[in-house]
């Protein structure tokens, strides 16, 4: 089975662990394009080329670099007729014009064609957007949604073939897993060498992962913790236009002495991050234009045995399932009562954190992702297979 790979994600080094889990799988052979790098808005990314072992890597040109909308590959019409792929896993939503182009080179190859979505809100989208979205959905052999609630969109906009929900990337577990407090000092970065340094720990260490901006809920977080009776400490990383004003906040709050705030860290760092935390807290809000779509940083640190702590906003409950807890979306007092059961009830952190392990090596590993995605492409190329919406991953 010759399967072809759009995808920008796919420049993120820890990202194409999945690609050789999945090259790994028998009959499989893949080939993987990506641009040189991703001029996102919030900051350029360029290419790691991190797992690269077992499948071809093609980097082509990439135009209007940076636009989510309008991007596209003035090469990958070459790449197609050389490659001629069974299947083409095209990884945009489905109103992109560069889904639009992939997908009209996949019909030039009788190629079948699985698209990836995060789209959790029910949109209407003006032309030429609207009409590429139809010739997309009206062509799809199947559609993989990050999350149940953009099965039910797609349902709601007329799609009637296979629909899968899994995830776009997991995690590695021989990578994302707890590491033992540094007590010496080595080669080591300035924030491991902080937890080195640290006499004793506070009861329970707080973090939050993710951009500093207002949708995130980082007020809700500050005012929850400022109630909290007990000792704890909180640290916050990333970076984002609201970041003055949290640190603000926290002097107002007359809990910065308790409150660190870090700056964002290359992926290969987060790891040894998480592992000085007890707990991680995601307290989305929703927005008319935006809700999470599914909160990469929970799995991390599920892996790196870390409590999560979520809203009830978008994916978040889904991917928590049991293994964490979770409150009413902007309510303090339901965040604040969480975190208080955490730091008076040892035993519940420990429950919690063998729960957060054990779902991430059931559902949420990059070889496991990578098998269903291949599961896929199998039902798909099976034509014996009836197509409908598939399982999502379990919620508790």
């Known amino acids: 089975m010759k399967v072809?790979?759009?995808?920008?994600?796919?420049?993120?080094?820890?990202?194409?662990?999945?690609?050789?889990?999945?090259?790994?799988?028998?009959?499989?052979?893949?080939?993987?394009?990506?641009?040189?790098?991703?001029?996102?808005?919030?900051?350029?990314?360029?290419?790691?080329?991190?797992?690269?072992?077992?499948?071809?890597?093609?980097?082509?040109?990439?135009?209007?670099?940076?636009?989510?909308?309008?991007?596209?590959?003035?090469?990958?019409?070459?790449?197609?007729?050389?490659?001629?792929?069974?299947?083409?896993?095209?990884?945009?939503?489905?109103?992109?014009?560069?889904?639009?182009?992939?997908?009209?080179?996949?019909?030039?190859?009788?190629?079948?064609?699985?698209?990836?979505?995060?789209?959790?809100?029910?949109?209407?989208?003006?032309?030429?957007?609207?009409?590429?979205?139809?010739?997309?959905?009206?062509?799809?052999?199947?559609?993989?949604?990050?999350?149940?609630?953009?099965?039910?969109?797609?349902?709601?906009?007329?799609?009637?073939?296979?629909?899968?929900?899994?995830?776009?990337?997991?995690?590695?577990?021989?990578?994302?897993?707890?590491?033992?407090?540094?007590?010496?000092?080595?080669?080591?970065?300035?924030?491991?060498?902080?937890?080195?340094?640290?006499?004793?720990?506070?009861?329970?260490?707080?973090?939050?992962?993710?951009?500093l901006v207002e949708e995130k809920g980082l007020e809700i977080l500050f005012l929850a913790a400022s109630k909290l009776v007990g000792p704890w400490s909180l640290q916050v990383l990333g970076d984002g236009p609201d970041r003055k004003r949290f640190e603000q906040m926290v002097q107002w709050l007359g809990i910065s002495p308790r409150v660190t705030f870090d700056h964002k860290l290359p992926s290969t760092h987060l790891p040894h991050y998480f592992s000085g935390l007890d707990v991680l807290v995601l307290p989305s809000l929703s927005r008319p234009n935006w809700k999470e779509q599914f909160g990469r940083v929970l799995i991390e640190a599920m892996a790196c045995g870390v409590i999560t702590v979520g809203a009830k906003s978008g994916a978040i409950p889904e991917v928590i399932g049991d293994a964490g807890l979770t409150f009413a979306e902007g309510s303090v007092e339901e965040l604040q009562e969480c975190l208080q059961n955490l730091l008076d009830e040892v035993s519940l952190r420990e429950s919690l954190r063998q729960k957060g392990r054990r779902r991430i090596e059931e559902h949420y590993t990059q070889a496991a992702i990578a098998k269903n995605t291949v599961d896929v492409y199998h039902q798909i190329l099976d034509t014996s297979q009836p197509v409908s919406i598939g399982e999502s991953l379990p919620s508790t």
């Not at 083409?88 to 979505?117: G, K």
């Not at 039910?152 to 929900?165: C, E, S």
Request: aromatic share 12%; net charge positive.
């Open 4 to 211: 072809l790979m759009l995808s920008k994600a796919c420049i993120v080094g820890a990202y194409q662990k999945k690609l050789e889990e999945m090259a790994a799988i028998d009959g499989v052979e893949l080939t993987v394009v990506v641009p040189p790098s991703w001029d996102d808005p919030r900051g350029p990314t360029r290419l790691e080329k991190l797992y690269t072992k077992g499948y071809n890597l093609i980097v082509t040109d990439i135009a209007f670099n940076g636009n989510y909308h309008l991007h596209f590959y003035p090469k990958l019409r070459r790449i197609v007729r050389e490659v001629k792929p069974d299947i083409f896993h095209i990884d945009e939503e489905p109103y992109n014009l560069s889904t639009f182009q992939a997908m009209r080179l996949a019909q030039s190859v009788q190629a079948r064609t699985v698209v990836f979505t995060w789209q959790n809100l029910l949109r209407r989208y003006p032309p030429p957007f609207r009409w590429m979205e139809q010739y997309v959905l009206n062509r799809a052999d199947g559609l993989l949604v990050g999350n149940s609630e953009a099965g039910q969109v797609w349902r709601n906009k007329g799609y009637q073939g296979l629909i899968r929900h899994i995830p776009q990337f997991g995690v590695d577990p021989a990578i994302y897993y707890r590491r033992q407090r540094v007590t010496k000092k080595s080669k080591m970065s300035v924030f491991k060498q902080r937890v080195a340094r640290r006499p004793t720990q506070p009861a329970l260490v707080i973090g939050y992962a993710g951009r």
